[in-house]
């Protein structure tokens, strides 16, 4: 009988590394808690196991195998770790919060774990909570780019541009930093006005990534911004070369919004497939239709806008491209809704 189980189990063992093999993580995490659980396996094979459903989001059954594994190894920091990152991705962050505590307390505070925890604190909207542990990940760790970008992250959330656009700038001179990060720091500058400063970072980041084509948008935006529409040019051309037609397209329209040239405006968004109609597409159509003084369809599209995206109320709030309709009712009705 033992015999029959210890070919058995190195059956399924084969069939669970040929489903890894061809990234079929899940049937490979199966094949392989089949093999554990017939062949009696070492319970270090739970770890990968899980380590293989959270490839594939299968979040569940990740925690049940690191559980499992716990009750084996108690003490493991490692499988506390995991199980925590699973629960926050499972969308259990008061799980996820106690669990990577856990680690604390076995004496292991180290920067991983601080930040593990600044991660879980942050999507249980803790932000006060979050950024005390971001600011103690750099404390213990100064060379750790991401905490210097999560935390600049939050500052960005609550408008404090000046203290954001100093810790990417300190995030970024460890010479991690993303494109993404990049980008963030020269909308700070943005956000401050200061667009000689964002113009600056976004050319520094072109030369860092010169395949970006994220890069080229924001900073195809930045030369709008400071109305230089000859450079602008340059970018659409340059994206349109690559083939990124919605990109070169959503600045052609930027542009046209920027000059109000609502005729214009009005054949860029006939580009735009149906699909792509977006709360930002709506918003821009009512802009066209408020100042061809079709103030009936303007209303009408500026409710499909608000609908899927309601924060675009503050920004008809303040745009000056209402100013047609910005005394009807009905405008008024969409804007400031009753509670």
Known sequence: MGVARDILS?????????????????LAAKMGYYSYYVGGGESAELLKLAALEMKVEKYDSAIQFLEKYLEENKDSVKALLLLGIAQRQNGKYEEAIKTHLKCLKKGEENANVLYTLGLDYEKAKKIRTAKRYYSKVIETEQAFAQAYFRLAHLYVQEKKYDLAVNLYLDGLSLREGTAKDWINLSLCYLMTSNLKAAEKVLVEALEIFPQSSEVLFALGTCYIKKRNYKKNAIIVAKLDEREEINLALSLKVKEALDRKNYELLEELLKQFDKQERTAEYWYMQSLVEANISDEKKAISSLRKAVAINPNLRKEAIKD????????????KNIVYPRK
Do not use: C, P, T
Request: aromatic share 18%; proline share 0%; glycine share 4%.
């Open 320 to 331: 000056d491209n209402f100013a047609v309709i910005r005394e009807l009712v009905e405008f």
């Open 10 to 26: 190195r059956f399924l063992q084969g069939l669970s590394i040929k489903w890894e093999m061809k990234e079929k993580y899940h």
